[in-house]
């Protein structure tokens, strides 16, 4: 799976100067990039929404509301026959969109290409996010 730096529209709204710029956002990136959504929206969206049920916007339970109210639903990690995970560059997924879940790091699959601000291809794929009926 090929790797492509994407911040997901964040540098329309808040310019990217400093590596440490590139982190904390993951959540909202990770979806502006899979829904085909504008950065901004998104970050509203998940603030109101967090701010509605008392966690960041970057919380699990927010980002998991947040997605299941616009249609996407969650799924069990891809496992291979022994029963390991795989690894989110070797994912075995047809083309589409996907949000990733790994250990730490929420990330964008698009069309088999691996979009974000870092390459994280390495780790563990973990639940992933798939619009209904796909």
């Known amino acids: 799976m090929q790797f492509i730096k ?3 529209g964040r540098d329309k709204y808040f310019p990217l100067k400093y590596k440490k710029d590139y982190t904390g956002d993951c959540v ?9 959504t504008d950065y901004k ?3 509203d969206d998940l603030f109101d929404l967090g701010h509605r049920m008392g966690h960041l916007p ?5 980002f998991e509301e ?3 109210c ?3 639903e969650k799924h069990k990690p891809m496992r291979k026959s022994n029963g390991r995970k795989y690894k ?3 994912l075995p997924i047809d083309d589409g969109y996907y949000i990733v879940h790994t250990r730490k790091h929420v990330t964008a699959i698009t069309e088999r290409e691996h979009r ?3 390459n994280c291809g390495n780790w563990c794929a973990n639940s992933y996010y798939k619009m209904k009926g796909e």
């Open 70 to 72: 616009i249609g996407w």
């Open 41 to 43: 929206r998104v970050w």
């Open 116 to 118: 974000d601000t870092w």
């Open 88 to 90: 989110l560059k070797n």
């Open 28 to 36: 909202i990136r990770a979806i502006a990039i899979a829904t085909c």
């Open 66 to 68: 947040y997605l299941a």
């Open 58 to 62: 970057n919380d699990r339970r927010v």
């Open 6 to 8: 994407d911040d997901g």
